[in-house]
């Protein structure tokens, strides 16, 4: 059974529970109360059993949802249970019977993108970068467009454990992947900075005049690199331009901090 | 005819032909009109399922529909069309025509399978040019929120209120005929789980007419996000605290597939309207003539601490890029909400499913604040708030004063600005120096559901009483509350020098409005 037909399984049984739900954000309590109602009527089903353990789960009642899970493994197939208890360990804190449950979720199901994203969570707890990183590597190869944060998320690692140019080309393979976005891309600047490649992050920051439209915080984002860079006269050139382009538009705290950039970048400029 | 004159005629027509030849070529050539070109729009009209606009701008626009058919053809006369789009087949089983090339302001038609006649109602009018006005003069925007409960999960108890608000809005703008240039959603679009079917129901049944004509730009509610698997466990319906829209399953023999609000609407991930590219559809902004308008995700995105982080530059970089009149932004989950179930102040209860209200507070609104922001929008109460025009307020209910986040009449700290008649506001804040740091936060929770009681999760002597949102006249009670928990929505008009905001019933009645002034 794949992962996607189990879980339908599971929506059918939850259709049930949501006929009987009343109000549109039941807490805990109101979800329990229809889940028990459900099994009154339906007590072999597995499903049922693995909504309440997720519930009890969700309130940091271990006992019962480790209870539940096991009546759900009873019910079987068992495959359905490992995903569900994994999050519950991960949730308690068990690291180490999470990963072990989530691998067996990913070797029956190696195609769920979820397993591999929630596998990369545990990996990065425990400071295991390098699993977490192959998991979010086979994340992105499985899904189309994934979130910009993720790929953010993967490259902090990557910076943290020294691997800058690793940390990167995930940064690259993310504006492969999602286009040209500043949040990929300035971050990619940082990096660049870091390993002292000013030309190469004044190439980045380029590539964001477009998509910034040519802004005045990216003419000062520039010229500050510039600037950094030793190419004065070019810096200097952005700087006058974005005064200009600042006294033209309205007043905004964020406006008026530019201006007071701008200004000091200017006493920097001055011989 | 005589001799001479024969040789005249043909005297007269050896020098007629002459002057039709080619000078290399002394054979006479007699031109033949081209045949007309055959005109590609000659199919017929082919029913779908549901069609719609998206990412209208001033020279394109996305037709989009779920039907056999593989073309759209478009003209600027209802009876004339002749060119024709072909269609790209899309996820979820769209086709999409996209369209550019056009003139801003001006008004197109358009018809489904290549048929060269319009049938009536499909036609939109493109926008103005950036930071220009439209024709009348301003851009009118409808602004709906929780308005899904139009299908069957959610007919039983609230049969038709989605088409009454929506009555109310055409009962508004039939009052001057300015129709709306397009409609915003605040989530909770398609009640409970925001499946394909729930979208087909509460949205495209619920606003056919209008989904033809005007374009529709969402945000993310909790109920878009299914059964709310988190990394593959279950929760009900609108409780989901996932940051991944790919945890949502769509069909029988399907893995985990992503959320269908994403595959039903094609948002402009890349810039395509005129925003910064955001590099995915979960956020995104746009402009409309001088009116820009950003759409946050605080469903998925806010839940995660490195997926906010990089909204949150991204959100500085679309505000730092953009200067045109007035900004709107939109979300689901509200900053600033006394809404029964919703309380802005006790977001941890339960799984933390409205923690996102708290984190769009804390960590949103001084962006908000700094980068010119002048209205946000929201959701998920189901009820209207609106708040007075504050700044630098990040904490709780008890924290808020007028002295310190309200706009003030002549600096009175007892006398908070209320934006209606001559207590309009000011874009650039006498109050903050001429500074333009303030911002009007409206709830309009209420387009398809609206509470009669404060639930179980907010007390009710708290409800509707949230301090930085202004008190009602229009309440049934005495003093009247800080909310109005009954069916409506949202109008903004906005021209060059001012933005008005209007909650309308479902008569069109306007029950509330505030004015702000450039």
Excluded at chain 1, 117 to 126: D, K
Excluded at chain 1, 224 to 247: I, M, V, Y
Excluded at chain 2, 30 to 53: H, K, M, Q
Excluded at chain 2, 300 to 324: F, K, V
Aim: net charge negative; aromatic share 8%.
């Amino acid at each position: 059974m794949s992962a996607g037909v189990f879980r339908t399984h599971l929506l059918l049984c939850l259709g049930l529970l949501l006929a009987i739900q009343a109000g549109a954000h039941p807490g805990h309590d109101e979800q329990l109360e229809a889940v028990n109602k459900a099994l009154a009527t339906a007590p072999e089903e597995q499903a049922l059993y693995l909504q309440r353990g997720n519930i009890h789960a969700e309130i940091g009642h271990y006992s019962e949802a480790l209870q539940d899970f096991n009546r759900a493994r009873e019910l079987g197939p068992e495959e359905r249970v490992d995903f569900a208890e994994s999050v519950m360990h991960y949730r308690k804190g068990d690291r180490a019977t999470a990963a072990r449950l989530v691998d067996k979720h990913i070797s029956r199901f190696p195609n769920d993108p979820g397993g591999y994203e929630h596998r990369a969570l545990i990996a990065r707890a425990e400071g295991n970068h390098a699993q977490a990183l192959a998991d979010l590597r086979t994340y992105f190869t499985l899904r189309e467009r994934p979130n910009p944060g993720l790929y953010v998320s993967a490259a902090r690692m990557l910076q943290q454990d020294g691997q800058t140019s690793d940390a990167i080309a995930v940064l690259d393979l993310g504006l492969e992947q999602l286009g040209t976005i500043p949040q990929l891309q300035r971050y990619a600047i940082e990096l660049e900075l870091e390993r002292s490649q000013p030309e190469a992050a004044i190439v980045r920051m380029q590539s964001l005049r477009g998509p910034l439209k040519d802004s005045a915080n990216w003419k000062l984002d520039m010229a500050d690199l510039l600037l950094a860079a030793g190419r004065n006269s070019e810096a200097a050139t952005l700087l006058l331009e974005a005064r200009e382009q600042l006294q033209s538009q309205r007043a905004t705290p964020a406006r008026k901090a530019l201006e007071d950039r701008a200004e000091t970048l200017a006493a920097t400029l001055s011989p | 005819m005589n001799k001479h004159s024969k040789t005249l005629l043909a005297a007269l027509l050896a020098i007629t032909l002459a002057g039709c030849s080619d000078s290399s070529d002394e054979r006479p050539v007699v031109e033949i009109p081209p045949e007309p070109e055959p005109n590609p729009c000659d199919g017929t009209e082919t029913a779908s399922s549901r069609l719609f606009l998206q990412q209208l701008t001033d020279s394109s626009v996305i037709i989009k529909w779920r039907g056999d058919a593989d073309a759209a053809c478009i003209g600027t006369s209802a009876d004339g069309l002749a060119t024709r789009i072909e269609a790209a087949a899309t996820e979820g089983d769209h086709k999409e025509a996209l369209v550019t090339g056009l003139s801003a302001q001006t008004t197109y038609h358009y018809s489904i399978g290549g048929a060269p006649e319009a049938p009536a109602g499909q036609q939109f009018t493109t926008a103005p040019a950036r930071g220009e006005l439209p024709d009348a003069g301003f851009s009118r925007l409808w602004i709906i929120g929780d308005s899904g409960t139009g299908g069957d999960d959610e007919r039983e108890e609230y049969e038709g209120d989605a088409l009454r608000v929506l009555a109310g809005m055409e009962a508004f703008v039939a009052s001057d005929g300015k129709p709306v240039d397009m409609f915003l959603m605040l989530g909770d679009n398609a009640y409970d789980v925001g499946s394909d079917f729930n979208h087909q129901q509460a949205v495209f049944e619920t606003y056919p007419d209008l989904l033809k004509t005007a374009p529709v730009w969402p945000t993310i509610g909790n109920h878009e996000m299914g059964i709310g698997f988190i990394f593959g466990t279950i929760a009900l319906g609108g409780l989901g605290t996932s940051a991944d829209p790919d945890s949502w399953l769509e069909t029988a023999d399907s893995e985990p597939v992503r959320m269908p609000y994403l595959d039903i609407f094609s948002l402009p991930a890349q810039g395509e309207a005129g925003g910064v590219p955001s590099g995915t559809e979960q956020y995104y902004s746009f402009d409309y003539g001088n009116v820009h308008v950003v759409s946050l995700d605080s469903q998925l995105s806010a839940r995660d601490p490195e997926q906010l982080e990089t909204m949150q530059n991204w959100l500085i970089d679309d505000l730092s890029s953009n200067d045109l009149d007035w900004t709107v932004v939109i979300f689901h989950h509200p900053p600033y909400s006394k809404g029964a179930n919703h309380d802005s102040d006790d977001t941890a209860k339960l799984n933390g499913f409205d923690m996102p209200q708290q984190y769009m507070r804390e960590q949103f609104v001084p962006i908000f604040d700094a980068y010119g922001v002048d209205v946000v929008y929201n959701g998920h109460s189901h009820s209207y708030e609106r708040s007075y025009y504050i700044t630098s307020h990040t904490g709780t209910s008890d924290t808020f004063s007028f002295a310190e986040h309200a706009e003030l009449i002549d600096g009175d700290p007892a006398r908070p600005a209320s934006g209606r008649g001559d207590e309009g506001y000011a874009q650039l804040s006498p109050t903050s120096g001429g500074v333009n740091d303030r911002v009007v936060y409206s709830v309009v929770g209420n387009s398809g559901k609206a509470n009669k009681d404060a639930g179980s999760l907010t007390a009710p002597e708290v409800w509707l009483q949230h301090p930085a949102h202004i008190e009602q006249p229009a309440d049934t009670l005495d003093p009247p509350r800080r909310g109005l928990p009954i069916l409506g929505s949202a109008i903004i008009d906005a021209t060059d020098t001012t933005l008005v905001h209007y909650f309308i019933d479902i008569n069109g009645e306007v029950l509330d409005q505030f004015t702000i002034s450039r």
